[in-house]
């Protein structure tokens, strides 16, 4: 079954960088669009980027030019590259790919910016 699994977050102090990583297992990894979204608290879920299978790149406007999605798919592994982080940022950072018309997502990675 389709596993995302991310991992990178943690505590950063504002103007600091992360890289998240997000391990695909269970489909065809190189021929699926992904995207990275977040969930700040007490707000909904948004998009930050996404990356098709031919590595066309969007990213949102709220971190346009700070952030950058790749791909890796001799791994299976999706990132992004944070910088420039703001207390804004501070949010579950959530992997996602629609495989059949499903939306799957993995359980997130938390990442805190705070001095």
């Known amino acids: 079954q389709v596993q995302l699994v991310e991992s990178g977050g943690g505590l950063v102090q504002p103007g600091g960088s992360l890289r998240l990583s997000c391990a695909a297992s269970?489909?065809?990894?190189?021929?699926?669009?992904m995207g990275w979204y977040r969930q700040p608290p007490g707000k909904q879920r948004e998009l930050v980027a996404s990356?098709?299978?031919?590595?066309?790149?969007t990213y949102a406007d709220s971190m346009k030019g700070r952030v950058t999605i790749s791909r890796d798919n001799s791994k299976n592994t999706m990132y992004l590259q944070m910088n420039s982080l703001k207390p804004e940022d501070t949010a579950v950072y959530y992997c996602?790919?629609?495989?059949?018309?499903?939306?799957?997502w993995g359980k997130g990675t938390l990442v805190t910016v705070s001095s």
């Open positions: 996602n790919t629609v495989r059949g018309g499903m939306n799957y």
């Open positions: 269970g489909f065809i990894f190189r021929t699926h669009n």
């Open positions: 990356i098709t299978s031919g590595g066309s790149t």
